[in-house]
């Protein structure tokens, strides 16, 4: 399995991700997935340019992204693959992308949405789609940082 | 989080329960405990202990326009004025440095918070410096208070959520004043109250409680708490590694150790960073000539951007004036993290920046609480390199105020796709790239003595103030030149700044360089704070020698310490938590100074031949002469030449 992270990050690409994730586990290549970014060009040359020289980084839509996931998940290079929502994690989920864990690591507060864990918040539509997603057989986890201790989601949304 | 705290605290109090448990020679008999000075304690007075709280709060506080959290959140300046409060600002210094080694690896980033070095170096300092502690036994004692630190942290961070509506309810009645109000005054009286009393208390009671208790310990015990002090370094100096240890910069680690070690530990570190500026200058010209790689297209993309910026003429309605944008960065600045909270992170601090430009350019109610409400929402970036991200909003205010049609959206977009991006090259630099190579530069002066020796184990050194202060000078400057070029450009040229800088390769130089100088002097630190030195004897030819002496540091000075900082980084990339290494580190060092082989210390000034060879590590070096080269010498003579000498370095007198 090459996809080392699947994270859902409403940031994508930052701090905790470039400077812990991407030093700790030796990712070489970043594979965003998220509709509207792969549609506005000064966004996808920013992200381009975020991430540290040697790791290339790839900006798709969902359809492209399921496609060229399931590419790089067969082949040996560590890739770590971003995604702002769950819808966009169940989208490839949906079209044979092999995941085993998806990782909530950055999901803001707002109107509708209500706070798991630290920095983890989510809307009732997204409870829904991360039941799915692990309905499909992927775990699903909250790890915000690279040294803290995954927690399943399961753990935290009990009982709603 | 309070899993971790609890396993932490699990590890000490067994360890500290087998202790007493264990037949050992006991401090009963030695009226100077192990690892604490025989000097008499300093008693913390009522009023040096409520500076010294006031000094951790103004650390977590915004009112050193932000620069708390680079200078005194750090232990090695906590140490300096710890000192100067309780009238020893060297040796707090030394203290402050010796902690804050393994804070090297230190990254707080989107609201998490690992450890809390302001703790460990506010309260630790405290225990060493009036506890009279060996410096390395404080690191173990600080590296406990730094994890009961983050529970002052996440507790603001959960409570602070509730100020972000209490500003809410501002916006709605669109007072502008209000909103800038709620963002630093509740969170900052709630701030005060939750860092100050914990502080104060600690600082009043803890080094007496913490010198009884390890007055009640057994010697051995004590001793493993400074030999824990002289490994649990590799830890910091290994997690910083993550960041920098790889590639063709991976030679100059070995050089700055070597540098070290081959002297003796006799050059100062301001000698290594410079070798190492040298160095970074040749290695960024000859060997990595690759990595201005992406200036070709440098051209395009400027012109791309401004054509898509909209541009306002003189016909403009508002404008800001200079005052106005220099008035926002200051109050950024300032209260960026003021009132940080887990729902919105910066997202108030956000807010009460955009004051000055929202009194500017908007006049009725329903302009001004629509931009107030814009701008709380949740926002994150690094707060020096992501300021191009308020530059670039306030020029789409000013345009939007003036008819651009510029919508929410827009704005929106910009902060939500910038603040990622930008936060990932901020803390890159800022947080993993020039702090720790200024801190560890300021940790290796303060380390040293007037000849430039380090001796952080061993007791008596004496610390240098110019560490800490050259730090805080050199860090200020940084940071403040590099969020008002970030404010002022992003305001100026917007997006196209971004790009260009994105695109120029000067981060990327940047960061090559800094990767070179970081690893000399990351190495040169492993060299002299983390300490491993083994104790038995081997008989030789019929000699008895000691292993370390005999055979290991005339081949390599300083192998086990190199091979141990090696270990740490290997198992850090394995993915072993760092609080597991550093539980397990904590108990293989107590259990190592355990007297196997002899009777051990007869009492804490004991630093005879027989003593020191009788555990499997020994916490001070070099070790005494052995008995049938010269009579056992008695205490006074071989503790003076351990003082001055480099404890990971040193080659033993009685070398064969």
């Known amino acids: ?104 690591g950055g999901m803001g507060a707002g109107p509708g949405r209500k706070r798991i864990h630290k920095t983890i918040s989510v809307s009732p539509g997204e409870i829904r789609e991360l039941r799915e997603i692990e309905r499909l057989g992927t775990r699903v986890e909250i790890q915000i940082v690279v040294d803290d201790r995954p927690i399943s989601f399961a753990s935290v949304v009990s009982g709603e | 989080m309070f899993r971790k705290f609890a396993a932490f605290g699990g590890c000490l109090t067994l360890v500290l329960l087998i202790a007493a448990l264990m037949p050992a020679t006991t401090l009963a008999a030695a009226p100077g405990a192990a690892g604490a000075l025989e000097a008499p304690r300093i008693s913390v007075s009522v009023w040096q202990a409520a500076l010294i709280a006031f000094g951790y709060y103004l650390a977590n506080s915004p009112w050193l326009f932000g620069l708390a959290f680079f200078t005194l959140y750090r232990p090695l300046v906590a140490g300096f004025f710890v000192g100067l409060i309780l009238g020893q600002p060297a040796e707090g210094t030394l203290i402050g440095a010796a902690i804050n080694v393994p804070f090297l690896g230190f990254l707080s980033a989107g609201g998490s918070l690992p450890i809390d070095p302001g703790f460990a170096g506010w309260v630790g300092v405290t225990v060493a410096l009036a506890g009279h502690l060996d410096p390395a036994a404080a690191v173990s004692i600080a590296l406990g208070l730094g994890l009961l630190g983050t529970l002052i942290f996440y507790g603001r961070m959960a409570v602070d959520s509730v100020f972000a509506h209490w500003a809410d309810a501002r916006a709605d009645k669109a007072d502008i004043a209000g909103v800038a109000l709620m963002n630093w005054l509740p969170g900052q009286a709630f701030l005060l109250v939750v860092s100050f009393v914990p502080v104060f208390l600690f600082a009043l009671n803890g080094p007496a409680y913490v010198q009884d208790a390890l007055n009640r310990l057994p010697l051995w015990t004590v001793n493993g708490l400074v030999i824990a002090g002289g490994v649990l370094p590799a830890l910091g100096i290994a997690m910083n590694m993550r960041f920098i240890f790889r590639g063709s910069a991976i030679p100059y680690f070995f050089i700055g150790f070597i540098l070290m070690t081959a002297t003796h530990g006799s050059i100062s570190l301001v000698v290594v960073a410079a070798i190492g500026l040298c160095l970074a200058y040749l290695h960024l010209n000859f060997v990595r000539r690759d990595v201005p790689a992406r200036v070709e297209t440098i051209e395009e993309p400027v012109a791309a951007a401004a054509a898509s910026t909209v541009v306002v003429g003189a016909q403009a309605k508002v404008s800001l004036t200079r005052g106005d944008i220099i008035k926002s960065w200051a109050l950024w600045s300032f209260f960026a993290h003021a009132n940080y909270n887990y729902e919105r992170l910066q997202g108030t601090g956000f807010a009460h920046a955009m004051t000055p430009i929202i009194k500017r350019l908007y006049t009725t109610e329903d302009e001004i609480r629509a931009a107030l409400k814009r701008h709380l929402v949740f926002f994150n ?50 947080q993993s790239t020039i702090t720790p190579i200024l801190l560890a530069i300021g940790i290796g002066i303060a380390g040293g003595t007037a000849s430039g020796t380090a001796v952080p184990t061993i007791s008596g050194a004496t610390g ?75 008989s030789i030819a019929g000699a008895k020698m000691n292993l370390q002496a005999a055979i290991i540091d005339p081949l390599f000075p300083g192998a086990l310490a190199l091979g141990l900082v090696l270990l740490t980084w290997w198992l850090l990339r394995r993915r072993v938590n760092p609080l597991a290494i550093l539980a397990a580190y904590l108990v293989i060092s107590i259990i190592a100074a355990y007297p196997f082989f002899g009777p051990g210390q007869q009492n804490s000034g004991d630093y005879s031949y027989q003593a020191c060879t009788s555990s499997l590590l020994h916490q001070y070096s070099p070790c005494g002469t052995p008995p049938a080269a010269t009579p056992a010498p008695t205490a006074a003579e071989s503790a003076v030449p351990s003082a001055g000498t480099s404890a990971a370095t040193s080659v033993p007198s009685a070398r064969p």
């Open chain 2, 464 to 538: 240098n103030p110019l560490g800490a202060i050259i730090y805080m000078a050199l860090i200020s400057i940084v940071i403040v030149a590099i969020g008002y070029t970030t404010w002022m450009q992003g305001y100026a040229r917007g997006r196209s700044f971004v790009t260009e800088i994105l695109k120029s390769g000067a981060i990327d130089r940047v960061l090559v360089g800094a990767g070179v100088l970081g690893n000399m002097v990351l190495g040169a630190l492993a060299a002299t704070f983390v300490v491993v030195n083994l104790a038995p004897t081997v």
């Open chain 1, 1 to 104: 399995m090459s996809l080392r992270l699947v994270r859902i990050d409403d940031r994508l690409i930052h701090g905790q991700v470039v400077a812990g994730w991407l030093r700790a586990i030796g990712g070489r290549r970043i594979v965003i997935v998220d509709d509207a970014t792969a549609r506005d060009e000064f966004l996808r040359e920013v992200l381009t340019l975020a991430a540290p020289q040697g790791v290339p980084v790839e900006v798709y839509d969902v359809a492209a992204g399921a496609a060229r996931c399931i590419e790089l998940a067969a082949k040996p290079e560590p890739v770590i693959v971003l995604a702002r929502s769950p819808r966009t994690i169940l989208g490839l989920r949906q079209a044979g992308v092999p995941i085993e864990v998806v990782d909530l």
């Open chain 2, 381 to 430: 970036t690094e707060p020096n390199f992501g300021n191009v991200v308020h530059g670039t909003v306030i020029a789409m205010e000013e345009q939007r105020a003036n008819g651009a049609p510029i919508d929410d959206d827009a704005i929106n977009s910009v902060k939500s796709g910038l603040m990622g991006p930008m936060a990932g090259i901020g803390d890159t630099m800022s």
